[in-house]
């Protein structure tokens, strides 16, 4: 088995694309009104409107803006420089500034516009960074 990816159901697909190019400076593939993809070396980020809930089952399956247990995580070369990049961008929306966690990563929090928590992240320890060496 491999873990491909994560997909976030929401009601505004254009505007989740545009914030998460924004936020990873990375271009996502918009295949269709209804959904879209960022795709990384590690995983692929889905993006996929509420309309596709009836390929699963129906509106019962997921709901858009709901989530409060999944945490987003993206690995940055330099969180520091990123929050100071994106401070205007997700003033509104801050968790937490940087801070070193006891894992030996360095953390910045902050929320999509649909609430969903995102983490970016630089492994700082020695023991961090030779765990996610891949």
């Given at each position: 088995?491999?873990?491909?990816?994560?997909?976030?159901?929401?009601?505004?697909?254009?505007?989740?694309?545009?914030f998460y190019e924004e936020v990873t400076g990375s271009k996502l593939t918009l295949y269709t009104e209804d959904f879209a993809e960022?795709?990384?070396?590690?995983?692929?980020?889905?993006?996929?409107?509420?309309?596709?809930?009836?390929?699963?089952?129906?509106?019962?399956?997921?709901?858009?803006?709901?989530?409060?247990?999944?945490?987003?995580?993206?690995?940055?070369?330099?969180?520091?420089?990123?929050?100071?990049?994106?401070?205007?961008r997700i003033a509104g929306s801050l968790v937490q500034a940087p801070t070193t966690m006891p894992w030996g990563n360095r953390s910045?929090?902050?929320?999509?516009?649909?609430?969903?928590?995102?983490?970016?992240?630089?492994?700082?320890?020695?023991?961090?960074?030779?765990?996610?060496?891949?």
């Amino acid at each position: 088995m491999n873990f491909v990816s994560t997909r976030i159901i929401t009601a505004d697909v254009r505007r989740l694309v545009g914030f998460y190019e924004e936020v990873t400076g990375s271009k996502l593939t918009l295949y269709t009104e209804d959904f879209a993809e960022l795709i990384t070396e590690a995983g692929t980020l889905a993006i996929g409107s509420t309309r596709t809930l009836q390929l699963f089952g129906g509106d019962h399956v997921a709901q858009p803006a709901a989530n409060r247990t999944a945490i987003i995580e993206f690995r940055v070369a330099d969180v520091d420089a990123d929050c100071r990049r994106l401070a205007d961008r997700i003033a509104g929306s801050l968790v937490q500034a940087p801070t070193t966690m006891p894992w030996g990563n360095r953390s910045l929090l902050f929320r999509d516009p649909d609430g969903n928590l995102v983490n970016f992240f630089t492994p700082v320890t020695a023991e961090a960074i030779r765990k996610l060496e891949r």
